[in-house]
């Protein structure tokens, strides 16, 4: 089954006011720029977005987001967005965190059909007692809270229950894909783009690399193209267009030292 469409705006096709979305990449890599401009030319608004983070300020989803058309966030890093920080504390957001481990598994879960699953991770905090604030009111105060989640003891040491998690979209970026869906990711890019497109019930690819089925050693396909139902092939300016989201650059030693 050939799953490419000619442009975004044709593979996002769908996607209305309210939708759910599970969103690759991790800080800046492996975003899937091309389809969020993509998906805020639409014009679509009060989605929500579970991606590990919300982009930075002019970037990834950050795009959105200053344009006030995301609602709500489950993710598991916010630093680095000071519009995120503003509508969030001002109230305007509703923001799920979860730990960055349990966010990749609710992800995988949902995929895999799993409805929920116990983990250690958040036991004694107020990720399993409850209490987070998750959206605040205009004054400060906190209007929702986290609910206690239930917790279970398996061998001697306590687990806090977590649900799996479905959307209704997802919006991936990889290195390369063929036609039918199957996806290769690079490096860091990996970390959460495949778990992000097993939840969506519809997932859209950006590949920088497209080729014919059969040209991928199945030993190198990270994701199969089950879980993928359209595919966009980037042009090269859009497959080179890549953001470094901190550049640090240290100075050359000194001729005759050594470094330790």
């Keep these: 089954m050939d799953k490419v ?21 991790f800080g800046l890599s492996g975003v899937p720029n091309v389809l969020i401009q993509a998906l805020y030319a639409t014009g679509a608004s009060g989605l929500s977005v579970v ?15 200053a344009a006030g058309r995301i609602a709500r966030v489950t993710g598991s890093y916010v630093g680095d967005n000071k519009e995120f920080a503003r509508q969030y504390l ?8 979860t730990p960055q481990g349990t966010l990749a598994e609710r992800l ?13 991770a958040g036991v004694g905090t107020q ?13 400060g105060t906190v209007a929702v809270a986290s609910p206690p989640k239930e917790i279970h003891e398996f061998d001697g040491r306590r687990h806090v229950l977590e649900h799996g998690i479905t959307t209704d979209f997802a919006l991936v970026r990889a290195a390369k894909g063929d036609r039918h869906g199957n996806l290769v990711f690079h490096r860091s890019a990996r970390n959460f783009n495949p778990l992000a497109a097993m939840a969506g019930r519809v997932t859209v690819a950006e590949v920088e690399q497209l080729v014919e089925p059969g040209e991928l050693d199945p030993d190198e396909i ?4 089950v879980f993928v139902q359209r595919v966009v092939e980037l042009t090269p300016e859009q497959a080179e267009d890549k953001q470094i989201e ?15």
């Excluded at 995988?108 to 250690?120: E, H, N, Q």
């Excluded at 990270?222 to 193209?225: D, S, W, Y």
């Design 5 to 25: 469409v000619a442009t975004a705006e044709e593979a996002l096709a769908g996607v209305m006011d309210g939708a759910s979305l599970a969103v690759g990449g």
């Design 51 to 65: 991606s590990n983070n919300c982009g930075v300020d002019g970037g990834g989803l950050g795009v959105l987001l």
């Design 90 to 97: 001002s109230g305007e957001l509703l923001l799920e965190l």
């Design 108 to 120: 995988r879960a949902g995929g895999c059909g799993i409805p929920a699953f116990f983990t250690p």
């Design 127 to 139: 990720v399993a007692d409850g209490g987070l604030p998750w959206r605040y009111a205009p004054d």
């Design 222 to 225: 990270h994701l199969p193209g």
């Design 246 to 260: 901190r550049r640090t650059v240290s100075a050359p030693p000194v001729r005759g030292t050594v470094r330790r």
